[in-house]
């Protein structure tokens, strides 16, 4: 027995619905526009514009923490954890300690002292000025107290002195920090004190002023509408 066969037409669309598409599908097309390199652009330059209205007070903060580790090292940790520092004005002992680096010294039994040890000491002549120098020999002198012969790493020779250790310890260098001690040094001249202080003082009130005027928050909060307005603007999907 024959079977009549049935064939399926699909119906054509209509082209209203066809409109309908495509006005849905505009909005993906805009969205995806939106979220591609023209956005990333956009949202790197105020990422950047932040970060460089951020520098100055981050830069301000930098230096005033910069100073105060400096001065509690240098000012309160000596009387405080016992070393001692003192800036190299010669350059004896090139290349190791130069002109203007800081040697920090700590106590060391003076019958502990041997050769190679860099010591700081006073000198037994003229001025009596505090020396750094390395010791070459240790000794007794003529009534049988610990004495040393010391010498400049960059000298040709040994020091015209044998110089008598007084007391239980000596201090030998631990450290030396290049370059703080012309610093010090430096700040130390009134001229640059009074600069120094007036230009921190103004950099200070500028820097307040401008913290208080800045445009940064109203900037920040229309930013971040606009990101809003921008995800509102994409559609659902799903």
Not at 51 to 80: D, E, K, Y
Not at 99 to 124: F, N
Not at 195 to 213: D, P, T, Y
């Amino acid at each position: 027995m024959a079977h009549a066969v049935q064939l399926r037409t699909r119906p054509a669309p209509d082209p209203a619905q066809r409109s309908a598409a495509s006005l849905r599908s505009a909005p993906s097309l805009r969205s995806a526009a939106a979220t591609g390199p023209a956005l990333r652009v956009r949202v790197l330059l105020q990422v950047l514009r932040r970060v460089l209205r951020r520098l100055p007070s981050v830069l301000s903060t930098a230096c005033v923490t910069l100073a105060a580790v400096a001065f509690l090292l240098l000012a309160i940790g000596p009387h405080v954890l016992g070393y001692r520092t003192a800036t190299m004005l010669t350059g004896s002992m090139a290349p190791g300690i130069n002109p203007g680096d800081v040697v920090v010294s700590v106590p060391k039994p003076a019958a502990e002292v041997a050769v190679g040890d860099v010591i700081s000491y006073h000198i037994p002549v003229q001025d009596h000025r505090v020396e750094t120098h390395r010791v070459i020999e240790v000794t007794r002198d003529a009534n049988g107290r610990l004495a040393v012969v010391t010498k400049g790493d960059a000298n040709t020779g040994a020091d015209p002195w044998v110089a008598t250790l007084d007391g239980d310890t000596v201090w030998q260098t631990q450290a030396v920090v290049p370059h703080v001690g012309s610093w010090i040094r430096a700040l130390r001249a009134p001229l640059v004190q009074g600069g120094v202080f007036w230009g921190a003082l103004g950099a200070f009130v500028l820097i307040a002023l401008w913290r208080i005027w800045s445009p940064e928050r109203d900037e920040d909060l229309a930013a971040d509408r606009d990101e809003h307005r921008d995800e509102e603007a994409e559609p659902a999907h799903g």
